[in-house]
């Protein structure tokens, strides 16, 4: 497994004062080791990693004004949610959107950086891990999504892990977050059952001679089925005129449970929230990946293919939160994210708030 660390500069923020009543995510974040290879160096880590590069930075007071988050060697059994980056582009590429998305994960943990923690969080009695970056370099999609699946069953596995977030990247990510998820020990290797609750305007059940952002729940039928297994798939927010009539038919045959955009409006919050709690009811596991063309195009302006209608961000917030509460998610992923397309930061703000929405219910985290 290769990762890169997180550049230390993204984790910064504002500094109120000591204690837990002023924290923010990037006084409390810990950029752990997390691969091997020459994207990272240092002495070896209590995590079984070594350090990552921190530009000159080996450790650092988080406390100090304008400090950043330090390369630590974290107690390999603490509680924690770990992060995670995939910068690529490729598959959005592939499928003939606007790149841009492998510049996702720097602007999402720079939105989160100055965000509030409350509750175990504040105190440091759940931790904050990001374990760095894999990457699709040029046209490589299939390597990235290797390295980023490594790295997502990296942090899957962790001793304590209570939630993992992949920062992306195009929807290709998913399909690398699957692969993690399969690689773990936690889902059907540990016979357990899983299903994957997708937010957004499209199935991504393309069929294509090239994996791409619009094929990975396909991909993953066909891995399901290869392993005598059922695909366990949900869709919150899908657009029939973004749809055809073919990925409508396959969404049947497969047996894929979804409402609408339309239909999200009118179920509204409450709606929304048994509908979760319904899918999340029948499985062990729940992996949760958002999106973020799902949201009407005034609130996610950053995307490839912004939405002409999209759910409004309360019943967003709603199906993260039924998600993060059912007591069964342990992989979330944040994909779409185009920061050269973003209006102020906008889209980043807003998948912050969710990423941190699903963080303080999975911690019990609120003030």
Avoid at 141 to 161: F, I, K, N, P, V
Avoid at 222 to 238: F, T, V
Avoid at 302 to 319: C, E, M, N, T, Y
Wanted: hydrophobic share 45%; net charge negative; aromatic share 4%.
């Amino acid at each position: 497994m290769t990762s890169s660390p997180a550049p230390a500069t993204e984790w910064t923020g504002r500094h109120d004062g000591d204690g837990p009543e002023h924290a923010r995510w990037h006084q409390a974040v810990r950029v752990v080791g997390a691969g091997t290879g020459s994207a990272t160096t240092g002495a070896a880590t209590t995590d079984g990693a070594p350090a990552p590069a921190s530009s000159g930075a080996a450790a650092v007071d988080a406390a100090a004004p304008g400090a950043t988050a330090p390369v630590t060697a974290p107690d390999p059994a603490a509680d924690h949610v770990a992060l995670l980056g995939f910068r690529s582009e490729e598959g959005v590429r592939r499928n003939r959107g606007r790149v841009g998305a492998a510049d996702g994960p720097a602007a999402l943990r720079r939105a989160l950086a100055p965000m509030a923690l409350h509750g175990p969080l504040a105190r440091g009695e759940v931790e904050l891990h990001d374990l760095g970056d894999a990457a699709t370099v040029g046209e490589d999609l299939e390597a990235g999504q290797t390295a980023a699946a490594a790295l997502t069953a990296h942090g899957l596995d962790r001793a304590g892990s209570r939630l993992t977030v992949v920062l992306g990247g195009g929807h290709e990510t998913a399909w690398s977050s699957y692969r993690g998820l399969m690689d773990s020990g936690i889902g059907p290797r540990a016979g357990r059952s899983w299903g994957v609750l997708n937010l957004d305007a499209h199935f991504d059940l393309r069929e294509e001679p090239r994996p791409t952002s619009g094929t990975p729940f396909a991909q993953m039928a066909a891995a399901e089925q290869a392993a005598g297994r059922d695909l366990h798939y949900a869709a919150l927010g899908i657009a029939e005129p973004s749809n055809t009539g073919a990925l409508f038919a396959r969404a049947r045959e497969l047996g894929v449970r979804w409402w609408t955009d339309e239909h999200c409006l009118a179920a509204g919050a409450e709606g929304i929230t048994r509908f979760v709690e319904d899918f999340a009811a029948e499985l062990d596991v729940l992996y949760l990946t958002i999106d973020l063309d799902v949201l009407p195009a005034a609130v996610a302006p950053g995307v490839s293919a912004p939405a002409g209608l999209g759910v409004p961000l309360p019943l967003i917030v709603a199906a993260v939160r039924a998600a993060a509460g059912s007591g069964k998610l342990a992989l979330l992923d944040v994909v779409e994210l185009n920061p050269s397309l973003d209006v102020d930061s906008r889209t980043a703000r807003t998948a912050a708030r969710l990423i941190d929405e699903a963080v303080r219910t999975v911690t019990g985290s609120r003030a």
